[in-house]
């Protein structure tokens, strides 16, 4: 089976602009759970999307955001991007069944 | 807030050698805990996991100690090699409602094998 694939894998923005990254997870999993890793912080969850509707949510604020799609690919946008929104976005797959969640490669994200 | 703490930050292994990375976790409904592998550039990929009912678990050079009273748990890397230096998260998961299951991530710790 084919992996998790995030598009695109590096993007440069600067403050103020908004951004969309893509997940897609590996064939049959119906969840795909959105995590931001920083040197500082580490890895911290976002959210999580479960047959297009999200069914956990991370205490980040309200301009992070996502949506899942009817073939389990999803999305997830940041408005008003701060310098600290400067991450890797990483993207996992589960069945949604288990914990068991595999990792995509991830969209390093530089807000300058 | 549901914690995992991971140590060391930093290891050192001579090639050859054991390495061992702690974890503790506090939630008691935690009842998954995989180890992931994070090379630079690339996403964390799961390494191994355990559930609270077996103390232990081997995978080749792999192995996962856990210790359910004490709420803790290793990964131990026998013969370690240059080709392990990567960076070790553990996680925990459990039941977080409405059919979700969220990992609670440690801090990380950087491995170094040297020959």
């Known amino acids: 089976k084919a992996g998790v694939t995030q598009t695109p894998r590096y993007l440069i923005k600067t403050r103020g602009q908004q951004v969309t990254l893509s997940c897609s997870p590996i064939s049959g999993h119906r969840s795909v759970s959105w995590y931001q890793q920083t040197p500082g912080q580490g890895l911290q969850f976002l959210f999580e999307?479960?047959?297009?509707?999200?069914?956990n949510k991370g205490n980040f604020p309200g301009r992070f955001s996502g949506r899942q799609f009817s073939n389990s690919r999803s999305e997830m946008n940041v408005s008003t991007l701060e310098l600290g929104d400067s991450a890797l976005y990483l993207c996992a797959s589960s069945t949604g069944e288990t914990g068991t969640q595999y990792f995509g490669p991830g969209t390093r994200l530089l807000v300058l | 807030q549901q914690q995992v703490k991971q140590s060391p930050q930093s290891l050192i292994v001579q090639k050859g050698g054991i390495s061992i990375i702690n974890c503790a976790y506090e939630n008691t409904a935690f009842d998954y805990f995989p180890w992931y592998q994070q090379f630079p550039g690339k996403g964390p990929a799961l390494l191994i996991a355990i559930r609270p009912d077996v103390s232990e678990k081997k995978e080749g050079r792999f192995t996962i100690s856990f210790n359910k009273s004490a709420k803790q748990f290793s990964l131990h890397i026998m013969d370690s090699q240059p080709g392990d230096s990567a960076t070790y998260f553990c996680?925990?998961?459990?039941?977080?409602?409405?059919?979700?299951?969220?990992?609670?991530f440690g801090k990380g710790t950087k491995l170094s094998v040297i020959p």
């Open positions: 999307y479960f047959s297009e509707t999200q069914r």
């Open positions: 996680a925990a998961s459990g039941y977080s409602g409405a059919g979700s299951y969220q990992l609670t």
